[in-house]
């Protein structure tokens, strides 16, 4: 794991290349005893700060940070969600920036998982949010866990960024389009062997006999767990916001919302109404389920706040309008969450998912992952307006990419979601086997496609159809079009490119130059100092053999 800025910390001296700032607790306890990936995170951001402080900038401390993640976002959906955004406002788009390609300070991610080339969502989050990296399907544990074999004990688990914030007094929040449950929000606040452990009727029953408990029973019981495990009494997190009621129901009509897609929405097996017992546990809260319900969430509102939109994920924005309830959209759930924990004097951390990004990439449909990035985009700035780049880091970046190309010779301004027309020529180019083709295209998936619904997974009931078809008649442009796939696959896959990472505010000096996934861990971590924060509220220790 070799750093260009620790072979530059060997030619300074030593003073200038320790660092002022010790981002892990004094007794040891929210580091993953050994773990080489947070030492290396730790050495990387420290020897930025050395070389930092040679060149006369010293990285300020933040008070407040936003994580955003676009979930599949690779550097080619931003740049054809760019050029999407751009045409839409009459401009021809690749001169067009989306608002955090504006960030002063843009670096890159490897996001790679410790057993994958090619990474999942749970592996690169937990990356991301507690400094280690680890395998596929694990959430907010080493790489010692093994898939799908319970860890009861929990010595396996990190501590995320959430957890850390807090036990050291900030308030945190979730929103996400996908549900509360998935990898990536589930990766800020939970700890499982696998990440489809979404119920307790996920999980097998040799991991609920050995005391295993499934994500959604975890977020309910967040603050118990932190009481028990480090001594300290937290709240928990004052926003969640997302999809997901069916991880939190029971698996009987009965309990049905008035949305319910399914003819039984809730999924668990024991019983247990965890939205019921969310507000046993916190009477002075707020649980909604519609927009009637977030719109009656002010910022003066009583805190915690949680809300559940949907059964499984929320909606795309372009198929929003078609839910029976109503479901705010991120830009409405990223400025009802800023103004909830902008309350609290000490900060907060708040982590943002464009979760769909990713399900639309899956199901071989560019135009909802653009069309969802630029939602994102337009999140990031309703967030840059409605705090203060003095005291709130910024981070914008995406777990892992995807293999849609952007290829071809398309002229200056050709529709992004059309058929390629090369420069001087007004007719549709031609391949080598006499037909049209698209800017936009994927390496594998289920193929080309004219769906007839709003919701682009409905592919997946469709038959396979990779390869080349004649699209001349074809609206490509259209919310309905899949584009063309080469390999035949059931679901478009990840990639194991680089993803970008944008930065804005303090500590975003460290966003440049190339690095490993779990170094944004510690980039916000010595931005906040949350590890020495919340080592500060420790109870002393009184076994010294723990």
């Given at each position: 794991?070799y750093?260009?800025f620790g072979?530059?910390c060997?030619?300074l001296?030593?003073v200038?290349?320790?660092s002022?700032y010790t981002?892990?607790?004094?007794?040891?306890r929210f580091?993953?005893?050994?773990n080489?990936?947070?030492?290396?995170?730790?050495?990387?951001?420290?020897d930025q700060q050395?070389?930092?402080?040679q060149?006369?900038v010293?990285p300020s401390?933040?008070?407040n940070?936003?994580?955003f993640?676009?979930?599949?976002?690779?550097?080619g959906?931003?740049a054809?969600a760019?050029i999407?955004?751009?045409?839409r406002?009459g401009?021809?788009?690749?001169e067009?920036?989306l608002s955090f390609e504006?960030?002063?300070?843009t670096?890159?991610?490897k996001?790679y998982n410790?057993?994958?080339?090619?990474?999942?969502?749970?592996?690169?989050?937990?990356a991301?949010?507690?400094?280690?990296?680890?395998d596929?399907g694990?959430v907010a544990q080493?790489e010692?866990a093994?898939?799908g074999?319970?860890d009861?004990?929990?010595?396996a688990?990190?501590?995320?960024?959430l957890?850390?914030?807090?036990i050291?007094?900030?308030?945190?929040?979730?929103?996400t389009?996908?549900?509360?449950?998935h990898?990536?929000?589930?990766?800020?606040?939970?700890?499982?062997?696998?990440?489809?452990?979404?119920d307790?009727?996920?999980?097998?029953?040799?991991?609920?006999?050995?005391?295993?408990r499934?994500?959604?029973a975890q977020?309910?019981?967040?603050?118990?767990?932190i009481?028990?495990?480090?001594?300290?009494s937290?709240?928990?997190?004052?926003v969640?916001?997302?999809?997901g009621?069916?991880h939190?129901?029971?698996?009987?009509?009965?309990?049905?919302?008035?949305d319910a897609?399914?003819?039984?929405e809730?999924?668990r097996t024991?019983g247990?109404?965890?939205i019921d017992?969310w507000?046993?546990a916190?009477?002075?809260?707020t649980?909604?389920?519609?927009t009637?319900?977030?719109?009656?969430v002010?910022?003066?509102s009583?805190t915690p706040v949680?809300?559940?939109?949907?059964e499984?994920h929320?909606r795309?924005?372009?198929d929003r309008?078609n839910?029976p309830?109503?479901e705010?959209?991120?830009?409405?759930?990223?400025?009802k969450?800023i103004?909830l924990?902008?309350?609290?004097?000490?900060?907060?951390f708040?982590m943002i998912e464009?979760?769909?990004?990713?399900h639309?990439?899956?199901?071989?449909?560019?135009?909802?992952a653009?069309?969802?990035?630029v939602?994102l985009?337009?999140?990031?700035?309703?967030?840059q307006?409605?705090?203060?780049?003095?005291?709130?880091?910024?981070?914008v970046t995406?777990?892992?990419?995807?293999?849609?190309?952007f290829?071809?010779?398309?002229?200056?301004?050709?529709?992004?979601?059309?058929?390629?027309i090369?420069p001087g020529?007004?007719?549709?180019?031609?391949?080598a086997d006499?037909?049209?083709?698209?800017?936009?295209?994927?390496?594998?998936g289920?193929?080309?496609?004219?769906t007839?619904?709003d919701?682009?997974d409905?592919?997946?009931?469709l038959?396979l159809n990779?390869?080349?078809?004649?699209?001349s008649?074809?609206?490509?442009?259209s919310?309905?079009?899949?584009?063309?796939?080469?390999v035949?696959l059931?679901?478009?896959?990840h990639s194991?490119e680089?993803v970008?990472?944008?930065?804005?505010?303090?500590g975003?000096?460290?966003?440049?130059?190339v690095?490993?996934?779990?170094?944004?861990?510690?980039?916000?971590?010595?931005?906040?100092r949350?590890?020495e924060?919340?080592?500060?509220?420790?109870?002393?220790?009184?076994?010294?053999s723990q």
């Open positions: 794991m750093r260009y072979a530059l060997v030619s001296s030593i200038a290349c320790q002022e981002p892990v607790s004094s007794d040891g580091i993953p005893s050994g080489a990936w947070y030492s290396e995170g730790e050495r990387s951001i420290r050395a070389y930092l402080a060149t006369g010293r401390q933040a008070k940070v936003i994580l993640v676009g979930d599949g976002m690779s550097l959906t931003i054809a760019r999407l955004d751009g045409q406002q401009m021809t788009g690749e067009h920036q504006q960030f002063p300070f670096g890159l991610s996001t410790v057993d994958a080339q090619t990474p999942d969502s749970s592996g690169t989050m937990t991301m949010t507690t400094g280690v990296k680890t596929m694990i080493t010692a093994v898939r074999v319970c009861a004990a929990g010595k688990d990190v501590p995320t960024l957890e850390l914030a807090e050291a007094g900030l308030s945190s929040g979730i929103v389009t996908a549900r509360l449950t990898a990536t929000p589930a990766a800020t606040y939970a700890h499982a062997p696998d990440r489809n452990w979404e307790i009727s996920d999980l097998p029953e040799e991991a609920v006999a050995a005391g295993c499934d994500i959604a977020f309910v019981g967040f603050a118990d767990n009481s028990k495990k480090y001594g300290v937290v709240d928990g997190p004052e969640a916001f997302g999809g009621r069916r939190f129901l029971p698996a009987d009509s009965q309990f049905n919302s008035p897609q399914s003819s039984i809730g999924d024991d247990r109404h965890l017992e507000k046993l916190y009477p002075s809260g649980y909604v389920m519609d009637a319900g977030f719109a009656s002010s910022a003066k009583g949680l809300g559940l939109f949907s499984s929320m795309y924005e372009s309008p839910d309830s109503g705010p959209d991120l830009i409405a759930m990223t400025e969450a103004q924990l902008s309350r609290n004097e000490k900060g907060f708040l464009a979760g769909r990004i990713d639309a990439h899956h199901a071989g449909n560019a135009y909802n653009l069309n969802e990035t939602m985009s337009e999140a990031v700035r309703r967030a307006e409605l705090t203060n780049p003095q005291d709130t880091l910024i981070i995406s777990d892992h990419g995807h293999v849609m190309t290829a071809g010779y398309p002229k200056r301004g050709n529709p992004i979601l059309g058929k390629v090369s020529e007004e007719t549709l180019a031609e391949a006499g037909l049209p083709y698209t800017t936009l295209s994927y390496a594998n289920m193929g080309m496609s004219e007839d619904s919701d682009p409905n592919r997946y009931n038959a990779t390869g080349r078809h004649d699209i008649e074809m609206d490509t442009e919310p309905h079009y899949h584009q063309e796939a080469l035949p059931y679901s478009e896959t194991g680089d970008a990472i944008y930065g804005n505010g303090p975003s000096e460290f966003v440049t130059g690095h490993e996934q779990n170094d944004i861990f510690h980039i916000i971590n010595a931005s906040l949350l590890t924060k919340a080592s500060a509220r420790l109870p002393p220790r009184t076994d010294i």
